[in-house]
Antibody
């Protein structure tokens, strides 16, 4: 059974950093593109970043480029999102998602990041 | 960026009645490989999103057949033939033709 479990969220001050993890199980992690999507409290879904199967290609939303870094450890079946210079408007639940054929067929439960002084 | 405009933003439906949600894309989502990179998701309260429809009109595994997706040009429609109480939540469309992937604004479905 496919499982994606995010962790690493928490409260951080503006300008601070945080690393999110997404532990995958139940499938061949290194065969799939993976994504991060976020959802601010009471708001809609926003795509953040993606990585190809081996991490050699990555892509970012404009708000994430230069501040966030997506990476993966296929030996550990884990996806990461390193976030730096965090702002109040980065406050959101961050989900990882598995890309099947352009759609996200599995999502994690999400991890909440709160940026506040 | 591709803009996806979703409507309506809220919907109240009597159980057993049909429901329809639309999304319009600012450009064609037809890839050169012939596939439409467009999906529908439902997010139940307090849960992660769940894919309902992918590649424009394909029902995802485990999704009841009362959910269907259709497309006409850049207009995409999600139809629920008979709404049930468990269908409450937010519905989102998403284009995945090019990054940044973009979602519609979301439709809140409530039961009357």
């Amino acid at each position: 059974e496919v499982h994606l479990v995010e962790s690493g969220g928490g409260v951080v001050r503006p300008g601070g950093s945080l690393r999110l993890s997404c532990a995958a199980s139940g499938f061949s992690f290194d065969n799939y593109w993976m994504h991060w999507v976020r959802q601010a409290p009471g708001k809609g879904l926003v795509w953040v970043s993606r990585s190809n199967e081996d991490g050699s290609f990555t892509d970012y939303a404009d708000f994430a480029r230069g501040r966030f870094t997506i990476s993966r450890d296929n030996a550990e079946s884990t996806l990461y999102l390193q976030m730096s210079n965090l702002r109040a408007d980065d406050t959101a639940v961050y989900y990882c998602g598995r890309d099947l054929s352009g759609e996200f067929d599995f999502w994690g439960q999400g991890t909440l990041v709160t940026v506040s002084s | 960026d591709i803009v996806v405009t979703q409507s309506p933003l809220s919907l109240t439906v009597t159980p057993g009645e049909p429901a329809s949600i639309s999304c319009r894309s600012s450009r064609s989502l037809l890839h050169s490989n012939g596939k439409l990179f467009f999906a529908w998701y439902r997010q139940k309260p307090g849960h992660s999103p769940q894919v309902l429809i992918y590649l424009g009109s394909n029902r995802a595994s485990g999704v009841p057949d009362r959910f269907s997706g259709s497309v006409s040009g850049t207009e995409f429609t999600l139809k629920i033939s008979r709404v049930e109480a468990e269908d409450v939540g937010f519905y989102y469309c998403m284009q995945a033709l090019q990054t940044p992937y973009t979602f519609g604004q979301g439709t809140k479905l409530e039961i009357k």
